[in-house]
């Protein structure tokens, strides 16, 4: 149990649904980042934000979009998915930016 | 970017045995991480450690920033120690930089 949970560990949707997947750390950070990882690739930063406030953005497609309504809560809401987007998304927090991360379970996603 | 080299890229060992994981980075860094990804996907932290040594059990891992490469011991292996270990570097822009990974599996 590392203080970041993520809901729901599992999920599968059709290309024209819409979802979010939601994590939620426990450990007082002010920093938290979704993470891709694919099967045989490195893993992926996608999102980083700072006390609520997005600071890198890796060029993700759009029908990525993140959320941070507060430092304890990250959403990422999916739109029009493609089969490639199926992977693990991982959510992960720290103290400050500079700082160790603390991962959560992951959701693992998949899209018909 | 900055590259990231790990090796080797799969590495089987018998339980009680020890075991070296290395990890390159083509320039300099302000951070460097060692994470274990368990079977189950669940990513832990192992070490923060842009220089220097650090032990924590059986688990011990050294960077030499100047000559861009850290390590990652483990001794006395254990089945539970199977699944993928990542390095991880940040560079000095707070871009972070993951290496493909080394994948132990532990028999008994």
């Known amino acids: 149990e590392t203080g970041v949970t993520q809901t729901p560990r599992h999920l599968v949707m059709g290309m024209t649904n819409k979802k979010s997947l939601k994590c939620e750390q426990h450990l007082g950070h002010n920093a938290m980042y979704w993470y891709k990882q694919s099967a045989k690739k490195p893993l992926e930063l996608m999102f980083v934000?700072?006390?609520?406030?997005?600071?890198e953005n890796n060029s993700v497609p759009s029908r990525f979009s993140p959320e941070c309504p507060n430092s304890s809560h990250l959403f990422l809401h999916l739109h029009t998915l493609q089969p490639e987007d199926s992977a693990l998304y991982l959510c992960a927090s720290s103290h400050q930016v500079e700082e160790t991360q603390y991962f959560g379970p992951g959701t693992r996603l998949l899209v018909l | 970017g900055i590259q990231v080299e790990q090796s080797p890229p799969d590495l089987i060992l018998q339980e009680g045995a020890n075991s070296t994981l290395r990890c390159n980075f083509s320039?300099?860094?302000?951070?460097l991480q060692w994470f274990h990804q368990n079977p189950w996907g669940q990513l832990i932290n192992l070490f923060y450690?842009?220089?220097g040594t650090k032990q924590n059990g059986r688990l011990s891992a050294t960077t030499v920033a100047t000559e861009r490469y850290s390590l990652l011991y483990i001794s006395s292996s254990q089945t539970t120690d199977s699944g993928v270990y990542f390095c991880?570097?940040?560079?000095?822009?707070?871009?972070?930089?993951f290496g493909t990974g080394t994948s132990l599996t532990v028999i008994p």
């Open positions: 450690i842009p220089s």
């Open positions: 934000y700072s006390l609520e406030e997005r600071v």
């Open positions: 320039d300099s860094v302000n951070n």
């Open positions: 991880a570097v940040e560079d000095t822009g707070n871009q972070f930089y």
